[in-house]
């Protein structure tokens, strides 16, 4: 490479960390971007459905089977069953790679608490890093509302999703079995995090490994106890 290629490439590189400062966006690699936008009209909300059920019928297919899924989708993640939602006080945020949906989140406050309601990600965009950054500004989020902590549902066949949420130091607090029709149930983990303060961020990430791959563990050995494919409109998908 010359030094002019060089200094053009530099500058180039700059010029992309500049914009992500303003607009808060996140670069991943030298030209793919992610970023993150509140639903708030109907343009969005469409997209917001139908990268919905692409990725909730694509995710939980094998788990809970084409009839269940099918059953959800109508529920929970159509146009005006989002609209609900967030008449009851649900937040979404959709998740872009430069102008693609590749997933979206939504949570709600809960007195003092946080609760991730969904946390989906498109298959291509797993592994790379996305769901953390994502997570990332779950937190900020939750910041933002002076929660003391997030806290999640999610399915107990659902190994991808909960290996992850355990990797971000989620602890299981409980579990919840529940009805939700049509002969289908919700049959998840509990999971709790507690929020920390900036000054204590960097801090808390430097948590040990080992006691994260205990609990990990203790899942893995106790998976596989209950035959119920149950689900939860807010398992997530393969962050």
Known sequence: ??????????NYKKGLEIAAKNAKIVIIGRVKMIYFQKVTNNNTIKGLSQSAIEIFKEHYYPILGVNQVEYMVGLFHTPSAIKEQMRNG???????????IIGFFAVE???????LSKFYLNKDYRGNGTGKRMMNKVFEVARNYNSLAVYLNVNKENDDSLYFYLHEGF?????????????YYMDDYILYKKVEQKENKQEGEKKDASSKK???KGH??????????GRKESDKAGA
């Open 1 to 10: 490479m010359s030094k002019k290629e060089k200094y053009n490439l530099d």
């Open 90 to 100: 649900a937040l979404f945020y959709l998740v872009y790679s430069n102008t693609i």
């Open 109 to 115: 406050r809960h007195g003092n608490k946080t609760f």
């Open 171 to 183: 602890e299981e607090i409980g579990q919840v079995k529940e009805d939700i029709g049509n002969g």
């Open 214 to 216: 205990r609990i990990i």
């Open 220 to 229: 893995q050995e106790t998976r596989g106890q209950t035959s119920s494919k």
